[in-house]
């Protein structure tokens, strides 16, 4: 069965860092992008980071870039978001998710196809 | 831009068809994707490229795009349908932003 599992949430003190992880079962991470998506509450999807199969290049939302790296273990079929200097603002629902990309009719797409239940994140004195 | 805009609410009759619709610069170079989102659930790829479907998506699902503008098409609206509705794509800094969201209501 395909299925992404995140775990490493929990309720943290503002400035202070957190790792979360997203476990891969039923196919092999290293051959796809992995996305790590946020949703605050009452809010909507804002996208986070990714990192992709090819170069291991990554990509991060302004509000995040310089704060939250995305690292993947492929030997643990395991993907990473370490979050440091943490916001009340970053307080959210972390999904990951399984990216994919294709090339059709002249144009390129891309998507997430297979998304975790998500680990909750609390940044509260 | 890497911005992406969706009316925030939308509401169809039971049986009736409802486009929803997302728009945005980077529209005109890549494809949207879009996702289902009910309350307390992880957000569902329902229509993904120009026109393609995950399995398990009912076909009343469908998409379109033209110029800056990509929307999704729902043939014949189930109450099941009523959730948030989000695009998304990828910009021209490889970031991949979502719209804002949409509130479809099935009266």
């Known amino acids: 069965q395909v299925q992404l599992v995140e775990s490493g949430g929990g309720v943290v003190q503002p400035g202070r860092s957190l790792r979360l992880s997203c476990e891969a079962s039923?196919?092999?991470?290293?051959?796809?992008?992995l996305h790590w998506v946020r949703q605050a509450p009452g809010k909507g999807l804002e996208w986070v980071a990714v990192i992709w199969y090819v170069g291991s290049n990554t990509y991060y939302a302004d509000s995040v870039k310089g704060r939250f790296s995305i690292s993947r273990d492929n030997s643990k079929n395991t993907a990473y978001l370490q979050m440091n200097s943490l916001r009340a603002e970053d307080t959210a629902i972390y999904h990951c998710a399984r990216g994919q990309s294709n090339y059709q009719s002249g144009d390129y797409y891309y998507f997430m196809d297979v998304w975790g239940k998500g680990t909750a994140v609390t940044v509260s004195s | 831009s890497s911005e992406l805009t969706q009316d925030p609410a939308v509401s169809v009759a039971l049986g009736q068809t409802v486009r929803i619709t997302c728009q945005g610069d980077s529209l005109r170079r890549y494809y949207a994707s879009w996702y289902q989102q009910k309350p307390g659930q992880a957000p569902v790829l329902v229509i993904f490229g120009k026109n393609n479907r995950p399995s398990g998506v009912p076909d009343r699902f469908s998409g379109s795009s033209s110029g800056d503008t990509t929307s999704l098409t729902i043939t014949g609206a189930q109450a099941e349908d009523e959730a948030d509705y989000y695009c998304n794509s990828r910009d021209n800094r490889g970031n991949h932003p979502f719209g804002g969201g949409t509130k479809l209501t099935v009266l």
């Open positions: 039923g196919f092999t991470l290293g051959s796809y992008g």
